[in-house]
């Protein structure tokens, strides 16, 4: 029986769905305190994932998060072990759509069964799904849905993880098609500001 880790931020149904669709549910909670800020909370996310899933000889990784920051910190966890790993969310926020875009979400069908399936077979790992052509998929439909500059500090620090070059050259190529990116009547840069972007 293939081991899922689930990973929530609270608890939740998802080991019980994890066991009726075949795999064996290694539950992972992240704490209720974290720290703020983007990259901050993002990298601390990725060292507890990583800490939690260690031991636990894995075979996949199931997420279900909503803050942009805590999704990327658990994926580039799931690239540091290089696990398969499925993001089961629904597609309800430009980074969401675009980690489906990049392979790491399904547009369609049940996430958990995509994640016992993928635990089974072991493949593809996440450094599989994170390339050249991959990154630039999740850059145009992020941007083509509103995406905000956080979408690129994320896809940023995956590609990083991956090892992925010429990301900071896509960026300068691909932005520009989406204005709305560093509109600066946006709710994000009204939230993060001049520092931010």
Do not use: K
Request: net charge negative; with cysteine.
């Amino acid at each position: 029986m293939p081991r899922v880790g689930v990973l929530t931020p609270e608890a939740s149904a998802y080991p019980h769905l994890v066991r009726e669709a075949g795999g064996e549910p290694v539950p992972l909670g992240l704490p209720v305190i974290r720290p703020t800020g983007v990259a901050l909370r993002r990298e601390w996310v990725a060292d507890w994932t990583q800490i939690s899933c260690s031991g636990e000889d894995l075979d996949a990784l199931l997420i279900s998060a909503t803050d942009p920051a805590e999704l990327a910190g658990a994926l580039v966890a799931a690239l540091r072990l290089d696990l398969p790993a499925t993001v089961a969310a629904p597609l309800a926020n430009p980074f969401i759509i675009a980690l489906a875009a990049l392979g790491f979400a399904p547009f369609t069908g049940d996430p958990i069964r995509a994640a016992v399936w993928l635990a089974g077979t072991g493949s593809p790992g996440s450094r599989e799904l994170v390339e050249s052509f991959s990154l630039a998929n999740a850059l145009r439909v992020g941007f083509s849905v509103g995406a905000e500059p956080e979408l690129l500090v994320h896809l940023g620090a995956l590609a990083r993880e991956a090892g992925t070059v010429g990301f900071s050259q896509m960026i300068r190529v691909l932005a520009p098609e989406s204005p709305q990116i560093v509109d600066l009547g946006s709710a994000w840069f009204e939230t993060y500001g001049t520092v931010g972007l």
